[in-house]
């Protein structure tokens, strides 16, 4: 059992909780952020012949009911790639998923996001091409934009962590610049890219079950 | 016609020559003709290709007497070459014969570099011989009516078998093999093999075990004996020679009065990036011989390769910086030298290498070798005796290679589809599947059809179709289409190619040297200096540069390790750095200065020792072990030890390796005593324990890389096509992480760790040094700093991790830096 540890942050007054299943709970508004799911990807895979275990699906909404069982959301706000292809069978257990929940859902739409918007609206579904809230701006691949805070995903971050003695670790990050915060993919069959901090950046690691801030 | 009238025809045919064949050849062809399978043991150069393509003809001739009149158009034989380049000459030597005895057969090639037209021709009509690889063969097997083409077939010849048999593509041969013997009953196989450790094993597994092929076959040896002398090239400067280094430039101006004296050098490297630089810095130090001097490596073209060796070939060049890409096949007659840059690793690579030279029967061989570090001489030492006293390795077969098969079943069910009831005994019948049980070949199909064990709700799994009549089919083109363009690669790390951004190909590097590049950097490749563009549609874009550049591009599979052989040579002459200088030989008394160091700080161990150094430096706390059994045992051990000490306290290790010893380095020190007191060499519950370290490691992650790959889990994309198929990208790391955690059981993932045991770790060597360790009196000796012996490793930069502290505690650790962009 995962006794999981969340990092607090404030951003322009704000505050926020950063989860290490990668997901962002807004606290003033009850809102969760949660970037790159990749849903339909394992499906999509195994329908081109390539065995990805099936478990890999489940997964994906176990993490979603876990985040969801932590934090007294509203809303849940997807920054993109929620569904990683066209319609497959993955949509139909989305869909038993979402009708299971009282949570309200939204998706600033990404490259990934190729299905018929009408199919999420049908599903309460709010979309959007980007989404401004106060002086937020939430976009799935990263905006600047003067006078907003942006938050997205698109990235799949990660950084290299070095020790003493020639020590090294790969690990997802949340990607914090001045005026910007990239979240970690959220789903579990998704790769990492790697980033590199510069001086003003700040970097929250996860790994075993923590979200760890990397100070300099 | 009866046997000696045909074995006549080809008496005459060598007389007609000038040339009288050697007892192997004739050997060969009675075996042949009697009906016989068999090994054929010889060299390069030595007329091994008569000896097979005169028997295949003579059968032809005793078959269809009434050739010249009715020919019967179709495939009657097949000679397989692990590589292309051979190819050409193959053909040549058929060609030959088929001309003098004006017989009405014709010869064709099929390889990757044959054109679609061509093969399309081939396909309506095949050759009477065909030259081809074993992942042509594969391709073949995938068409339909496969079954057609083979019918006829009287023979398969298996050169170079020797480099196929240690490898999978000898797997995809294996499976081959048993499906033509069901096709053509009257077919016979041959292998060809230089000399090996296990040659008689290299038939069992060519044939198939206890197969009645198998019974019906013989060995042949080719005894031809080579006179190879070893000849060092000993610096004149010992004290200024370095302790470290892989390159070996120090020794250039050494090398240049060889080349100028002698008609044509080879000069073998380890690995394309050094050669690479040789070719370079011999050029810059020496612009006379610019034209004189040519770079051949496997990643360069295939018209820059063909065009250096027909100019090997017309005594048009001084001299050629290669890799073993010029080791096989190809006969120069010009090379009267051989230059070996760094330890070779094996003893049959530097026999065959040493065999380049001199081909004139009776000739001795020369072979320089050149050390790149001091210890190095140890192994030139070692290689003097292995020469003299003819030890040569094993190559080991591969077992239960599950993603070779699941590849095969797939190659089958895309051309006519196959009955799963026919193909199981044949299956049964390699040498590689020889243990298959019914639930694994259950497993197999189960994971072609429907890609799991169990059949689930909302699954649209697609690959392999059952037919009504059970016949196991492929239906979807683009399945069948994706599956033919992976049969080629049964390789390590994805290929770009490298060309102008104007056109004009230039090369293959792999994926990983150029994503760490940015646009404007320069590289050294092809002899060349390029400046990176940019990378689209898996090509890299370059044009010509002016500017200086060390960066030369690194391919991953360059590492070697020595062979058991070799070890345990190299480890004895190391103990005679103990002895008196009379008896020594000439490279060990080279290394004094170094002796006398070592023995300053430490000691050298003698054969009844085993050393264990720890000292301090920057870098955090060093403890170094000296086993002398080659780098994987030594990587096994490392893992091993590393993951004893890490049960008795929470720690991290960074492990280093080579063929001397291993290094265990941590950010705190190991109590030393208590590895002693805690008896952590043991051989009790050392396979428990090795799986538990493999855990812990990379290891099995990098072995499960073209694992994903042959198995088709992972889709490496169309080569030179632009099509969609980013969202079927995926990399096998990810693969392997999804079934380490939901579905640990699946026989592709457990096939990683047995292939890290049995091929990466060689876990039955560790058993016997673990056992000679038993033996030994361990000296551990804490020095004050870094010693000859340990330079080498402490600076090896590629390294495993190992590690037994909470993964949060140890990014606590290291919140201190951030590391620039790697892998």
């Known amino acids: ?157 990660g950084v290299i962590l070095q020790g003493s003695g020639k020590q090294r670790l790969r690990l997802p990050c949340f990607f914090k610049q001045p005026l910007q915060l990239i979240l970690p993919a959220f789903g579990s069959f998704t790769g990492l890219y790697i980033l590199e901090p510069s001086k003003e950046d700040a970097v929250f690691v996860i790994g075993d079950g923590e979200v760890i801030a990397i100070s300099r | 016609m009866n046997q000696i009238d045909l074995i006549q025809i080809a008496e005459d045919w060598f007389q007609s020559q000038n040339w009288k064949p050697f007892p192997f050849q004739r050997k060969t062809w009675k ?142 041969l294996e499976l081959a093999l048993s499906r033509l013997k069901t096709i053509s009953e009257t077919i016979r196989i041959w292998g060809i093999s230089a000399t090996i450790g296990n040659l008689e094993q290299a038939r069992e597994v060519l044939l198939g075990p206890e197969s009645e092929s198998f019974r019906e076959s013989v060995t042949i040896k080719a005894t031809i004996n080579k006179k190879i002398r070893v000849q060092s090239i000993i610096p004149e400067q010992m004290e200024t020679f370095p302790w470290r280094g892989h390159l070996g430039l120090h020794l250039l101006e050494e090398v240049i009065p060889i080349i100028k004296a002698s008609k044509t050098t080879l000069l073998f490297t380890n690995t394309r990036s050094q050669c690479e630089i040789w070719f370079q810095k011999i050029l810059a130090a020496h612009p006379e011989l610019a034209g004189e001097i040519a770079m051949h490596h496997g990643s360069i073209n295939k018209e820059t390769r063909n065009w250096v060796e027909s100019a090997i070939r017309n005594e048009s060049l001084k001299a050629v910086v290669c890799t073993s890409s010029l080791d096989l096949g190809v006969d120069f007659a010009p090379v009267e030298t051989i230059i070996q840059i760094g330890g070779p690793k094996g003893i049959a690579r530097f026999m065959q290498r040493a065999g380049r030279s001199g081909h004139s029967p009776g000739k001795e061989s020369v072979i320089y070798f050149l050390p790149t570090h001091a210890i190095e001489l140890v192994e030139a030492s070692a290689l003097q005796r292995a020469v003299k006293e003819q030890t040569v390795e094993d190559r080991i077969p591969y077992l239960n290679s599950w993603d070779v098969l699941i590849q095969y079943l797939v190659t089958l069910a895309v051309s006519d589809g196959f009955m799963p009831d026919e193909i199981y005994p044949e299956v049964q019948g390699t040498f590689c599947f020889q243990t298959i049980t019914r639930d694994r070949w259950q497993w197999m199909l189960n994971f072609i059809t429907i890609g799991a064990q169990s059949l689930q709700a909302y699954d649209e799994y697609k690959k392999v179709e059952v037919l009504e009549n059970g016949l196991f089919k492929v239906n979807s083109r683009m399945v069948a289409m994706r599956h033919r363009m992976q049969i080629g690669t049964i390789v390590s790390d994805a290929d770009l190619v490298v060309k102008y951004q104007k056109g004009g190909y230039i090369g293959m590097v792999e994926e990983y040297f150029i994503s760490k590049l940015t646009r404007g ?282 590690s037994s502290e909470k993964l949060a505690d140890r990014i606590k650790k290291m919140t201190a830096k951030l590391l620039k962009k790697g892998r």
Not at chain 2, 35 to 53: D, E, F, I, R, V
Not at chain 2, 62 to 71: A, G, I, L, Q
Not at chain 2, 78 to 104: F, K, V
């Open chain 1, 1 to 157: 059992m995962y006794f999981y540890l969340v990092q607090n942050i404030s951003i322009n007054n704000q505050n926020f909780k950063l989860h290490p299943s990668g997901a962002i709970f807004w606290s003033e508004k009850q809102l969760l952020l949660i970037a790159d799911v990749h849903l339909g990807k394992v499906a999509h895979f195994r329908k081109h012949g390539s065995a990805v275990p099936q478990q890999v699906i489940t997964k994906n909404f176990e993490q979603l009911d876990r985040v969801l069982s932590e934090f007294d959301a509203t809303e849940i706000c997807f920054l993109g790639d929620l569904f990683h292809s066209h319609i497959n069978t993955e949509w139909i257990l989305f869909e038993q998923w979402v009708r299971s929940k009282k949570v309200s859902l939204s998706l600033v739409t990404g490259n990934h996001d190729i299905i018929n918007p009408l199919r999420f609206k049908e599903l309460g579904f709010e979309l959007y091409s980007e989404r401004v809230i106060d002086t937020f701006l939430l976009t799935h691949e990263p905006e600047d934009r003067e006078g907003y805070f942006n938050f997205c995903g698109h990235i799949h971050p």
């Open chain 2, 31 to 172: 075996a042949f003709l009697a009906g016989k399978n068999g090994l054929l043991n010889a060299p390069t150069g030595s007329g091994k290709t008569y000896a097979l393509w005169f028997p295949i003809v003579l059968n032809y001739i005793k078959n269809n007497p009434d050739f010249k009149k009715t020919h019967k158009k179709g495939l009657k034989a097949i000679w397989i070459t692990p590589l292309r380049a051979l190819s050409n000459e193959i053909e040549l030597s058929a060609q030959r014969i088929i001309e003098d005895l004006e017989l009405p057969m014709t010869v064709g090639i099929r390889t990757g570099d044959t054109s679609q037209k061509e093969r399309a021709r081939m396909k309506k009509q095949m050759p009477d011989l065909l030259i081809t690889t074993p992942e042509s063969l594969m391709l073949l097997l995938a068409s339909k009516g496969y079954d057609k083409t083979f019918k006829d077939c009287s023979a398969v010849v298996v050169d170079e078998w020797h480099e196929l048999l240690g490898s999978k593509r000898g797997v995809q």
């Open chain 2, 521 to 802: 950097d320069v590289f050294t490749f092809a002899g060349r200096n390029l400046e990176f563009i940019r990378i689209k549609d898996m090509h890299v874009h370059v044009q010509n540069s002016s500017k200086k550049t060390n960066k030369v591009p690194a391919w991953m599979g360059g590492r070697l390790t020595l062979s058991s052989q070799m070890s345990q040579l190299l480890r004895e002459e190391l103990y005679t750095g103990n002895m008196l200088s009379r008896k020594r030989s000439t490279e060990i008394n080279a290394l004094e200065h170094i002796f006398r160091q070592q023995k300053l700080e430490s000691i050298i161990p003698s054969d009844h020792q085993l050393l264990i150094e720890t000292f301090k430096t920057r870098e955090g706390y060093h403890h170094l072990f000296y086993p002398f059994e080659g780098r994987f045992v030594h990587e096994a051990m490392g893992s091993l030890l590393g993951y004893r000490i890490s049960l008795l306290t929470p720690i991290t290790f960074s492990l280093a390796f080579n063929d001397y010893g291993f290094e265990l380095l941590s950010d705190q020190p190991i109590d030393m005593q208590e590895v002693l007191d805690n008896d952590l060499f043991t051989t009790s519950y050392m396979h428990a324990d090795l799986q538990k370290s493999l855990n812990a490691t990379e290891m099995a992650r990098r072995k499960f890389r073209d694992i994903a790959v042959i198995s088709g889990l992972v889709f490496t994309g169309y080569p030179n096509k632009q099509l969609k198929v980013k969202h079927l990208q995926s990399s096998s790391s990810l693969f392997f992480e999804v079934f380490r955690d939901f579905e640990p059981d699946n026989l592709l993932f457990q096939q990683a760790f047995t292939e890290t045991f049995e091929h990466q770790l060689e876990e039955g060597r560790l058993q016997q040094a673990l056992e000679r360790i038993a033996t030994q009196e361990i000296v551990w000796m804490d020095c004050e700093q870094p010693t000859p012996l340990s330079f080498p490793i402490i600076t090896d930069r590629l390294r495993e991790k190992l």
